[in-house]
């Protein structure tokens, strides 16, 4: 089975910057749409970024402006660069093709509190 792995989560204060970055055990950007997930406390999961395998990409409008989804075949990995943080985007992040066709992984927490 395809595992991906999310990491670079952490607490951050209000405004600040992170890259989250999610691996997979093999190549499968090349051919599915991914995309980036969260899920605050209390509320449902939501989509949030989404990166075609032609590089097309879409953003919430949440977070449009402050966030960038990209990729690295070579690497099997996609990124999730966020800039001007809000303590709104406070969740655990996943990542998963756009249709969430994978098991989801154990994602990675943000905490954005000053």
């Known amino acids: 089975q395809v595992q991906l792995v999310e990491s670079g989560g952490g607490l951050v204060q209000p405004g600040g910057s992170l890259r989250l970055s999610c691996a997979a055990s093999?190549?499968?950007?090349?051919?599915?749409?991914m995309g980036w997930y969260r899920q605050a406390p209390g509320k449902q999961r939501e989509l949030v970024a989404t990166?075609?395998?032609?590089?097309?990409?879409n953003y919430a409008d949440s977070v449009k402006g402050r966030f960038t989804i990209s990729r690295d075949n070579a690497k099997n990995t996609v990124y999730l660069q966020m800039n001007s943080l809000k303590p709104e985007d406070t969740a655990v992040y996943y990542c998963?093709?756009?249709?969430?066709?994978?098991?989801w992984g154990q994602g990675t927490q943000v905490t954005v509190s000053s």
């Open positions: 093999r190549n499968i950007f090349s051919i599915y749409a």
């Open positions: 990166i075609t395998s032609s590089g097309r990409t």
């Open positions: 998963n093709t756009e249709s969430a066709l994978l098991p």
